[in-house]
T-cell receptor, first 115, second 114 residues
Framework: AQSVAQPEDQVNVAEGNPLTVKCTYSVSGNPYLFWYVQYPNRGLQFLLKYITGDNLVKGSYGFEAEFNKSQTSFHLKKPSALVSDSALYFCAVRDFGTGGFKTIFGAGTRLFVKA | DAGVIQSPRHEVTEMGQEVTLRCKPISGHDYLFWYRQTMMRGLELLIYFNNNVPIDDSGMPEDRFSAKMPNASFSNLKIQPSEPRDSAVYFC????????????FGQGTRLTVV
């Protein structure tokens, strides 16, 4: 069965500093990995995904994530945080080959960027 | 495209009543998902459809929950009878056919059962 772990409930960073939101996953096959962001009273918005190829993927709003197969991780990063990045971030995994389209989400990490 | 459209945005109902949540996916998308979000359990996949056919309903909590997709442009999720523990935000999402395709989420329906 596939699973996703986001070990931090909350991440606090100062504006202008780099940020990292952690994600580890477990699948029996090959993973498709996603990051989504949720603002208050809104649905989830897609940020970026890893399907295959380059381990470093770039997405919306200056975010990027690095796929690390040996560590089964897919951490979300941004070189310089903005106050407007404050939101709830979800990592998700789809098990290619065994899980069909079943996409499992992590518990979410709340990012707070202080001015 | 207007995106995934869910209605109503908010629903307050009394315990024991039937609740119907509605979803219109993005035109051309082949997959439709229903998720439930709560503080305690996070985001749970309830059921998903491919080309209007239910593929995996293992996340549906119990028989009180049912979901249908009568055509490519509409799905509903029903709870009958509703209970206070069903209170949550219910999201509908859709995606295209590709295995690596991302999902597009609606704004959700906040359900409160009193």
């Amino acid at each position: 069965a596939q699973s996703v772990a986001q070990p931090e409930d909350q991440v606090n960073v100062a504006e202008g500093n780099p940020l990292t939101v952690k994600c580890t996953y477990s699948v029996s096959g090959n993973p498709y990995l996603f990051w989504y962001v949720q603002y208050p009273n809104r649905g989830l918005q897609f940020l970026l995904k890893y399907i295959t190829g380059d381990n470093l993927v770039k997405g919306s709003y200056g975010f990027e994530a690095e796929f690390n197969k040996s560590q089964t991780s897919f951490h979300l990063k941004k070189p310089s945080a903005l106050v407007s990045d404050s939101a709830l971030y979800f990592c998700a995994v789809r098990d290619f080959g065994t899980g069909g389209f079943k996409t499992i989400f992590g518990a979410g990490t709340r990012l707070f960027v202080k001015a | 495209d207007a995106g995934v459209i869910q209605s109503p945005r908010h629903e307050v109902t009394e315990m024991g009543q039937e609740v119907t949540l509605r979803c219109k996916p993005i035109s051309g998308h082949d997959y439709l998902f229903w998720y439930r979000q709560t503080m305690m359990r996070g985001l749970e996949l309830l059921i998903y459809f491919n080309n209007n056919v239910p593929i995996d309903d293992s996340g549906m909590p119990e028989d009180r929950f049912s979901a249908k997709m009568p055509n490519a442009s509409f799905s509903n999720l029903k709870i009958q009878p509703s209970e206070p523990r069903d209170s949550a935000v219910y999201f509908c999402a859709s995606s295209s056919q590709g295995q690596g395709a991302e999902a597009f989420f609606g704004q959700g329906t906040r359900l409160t059962v009193v």
